[in-house]
């Protein structure tokens, strides 16, 4: 029987992102995920991932990262949540960063961002495998 859902808590530390990645892949796989959907959103998820780790916690004993995902046949649902605070940017200048919400974006269905005090919680809907996939970018 393939599970239809996942579910992570990570630390918020770069090391665990290889973990993320590797259970996330597995999973996809375990649904009959095509390779390259694979690919595509691990670095996704990866991104936001990576975007928790790095803002939610600055100044602040580092947290968790919660990955949730589930499949049904229309779509695959990822969910990355964290229990920081929201990085507001205040500063323009460094051009090369602040790609990773249009790289969400343009890779997947759907992109949810969500933020309050208690956290951030960015839902990541992909079209099932079933469908064809998401639209060639």
Same mark, same amino acid.
């Given at each position: 029987?393939?599970?239809?859902? *996942?579910? !992570?808590?990570?630390?918020?530390?770069?090391?665990? *992102?290889?973990?993320?990645?590797?259970?996330?892949?597995?999973? *996809?796989?375990?649904?009959?995920?095509?390779?390259?959907?694979?690919?595509?959103?691990?670095? &996704? &998820?990866?991104?936001?991932?990576?975007?928790?780790?790095? #803002?939610?916690? &600055?100044?602040?004993?580092?947290?968790?990262?919660?990955?949730?995902?589930?499949?049904? %046949?229309?779509?695959?649902?990822?969910?990355?949540?964290?229990?920081?605070?929201?990085?507001?940017?205040?500063?323009?200048?460094?051009? %090369?960063?602040?790609?990773?919400?249009? !790289?969400?974006?343009?890779?997947?269905? #759907?992109?949810?961002?969500?933020?309050?005090?208690?956290?951030?919680? &960015?839902? *990541?809907?992909?079209?099932?495998?079933?469908?064809?996939?998401?639209?060639?970018?």
């Amino acid at each position: 029987m393939t599970p239809s859902r *996942l579910h !992570l808590v990570v630390p918020a530390r770069a090391e665990s *992102l290889s973990a993320v990645r590797e259970q996330v892949a597995d999973w *996809l796989s375990s649904l009959g995920t095509p390779d390259e959907r694979i690919g595509d959103i691990i670095l &996704v &998820v990866n991104e936001a991932c990576s975007n928790s780790i790095e #803002h939610a916690y &600055v100044g602040a004993a580092a947290g968790a990262v919660r990955v949730s995902a589930d499949v049904d %046949s229309q779509s695959i649902c990822i969910t990355v949540e964290d229990f920081g605070r929201w990085k507001t940017d205040t500063s323009k200048t460094d051009v %090369s960063r602040g790609r990773g919400l249009a !790289l969400m974006r343009a890779m997947s269905s #759907h992109v949810g961002l969500y933020t309050n005090t208690n956290g951030t919680r &960015v839902s *990541l809907t992909f079209r099932a495998p079933a469908d064809g996939g998401d639209p060639p970018r």
